[in-house]
């Protein structure tokens, strides 16, 4: 399953969390999730906290791939 991350962040801040929840356990059955794009900007702690929670869902599950444009020095100053 492919996923942009901008399309992901919209998914995590909805306000439903019933269908975060049912989207997670869906993420947690999936052998392979691809992240496209991943923080082409700041990103918000509700944010970190929901790709925590679906990385824990994935666990010992499936691959999780995830891609940046970015290069290793800017990726640093967006995720701090």
């Given at each position: 399953?492919?996923f942009?991350?901008?399309?992901?962040?919209v998914?995590i801040?909805?306000?439903?969390?019933?269908?975060?929840?049912?989207?997670?356990?869906?993420?947690?059955?999936?052998r392979?999730?691809?992240?496209?794009?991943?923080i082409?900007?700041?990103?918000?702690?509700?944010?970190?906290?929901?790709l925590?929670?679906?990385?824990?869902?994935?666990?010992?599950?499936?691959?999780t791939?995830?891609?940046?444009?970015l290069k290793?020095?800017?990726?640093?100053?967006v995720?701090?």
């Open positions: 399953m492919f942009r991350m901008n399309e992901l962040m998914l801040e909805t306000k439903d969390k019933s269908a975060l929840a049912r989207f997670t356990d869906k993420l947690g059955r999936i392979l999730v691809i992240i496209d794009d991943y082409l900007t700041k990103i918000s702690d509700s944010v970190v906290a929901g925590n929670e679906i990385a824990d869902a994935r666990y010992g599950i499936g691959s791939i995830i891609t940046s444009q290793k020095k800017a990726l640093k100053s995720i701090d």
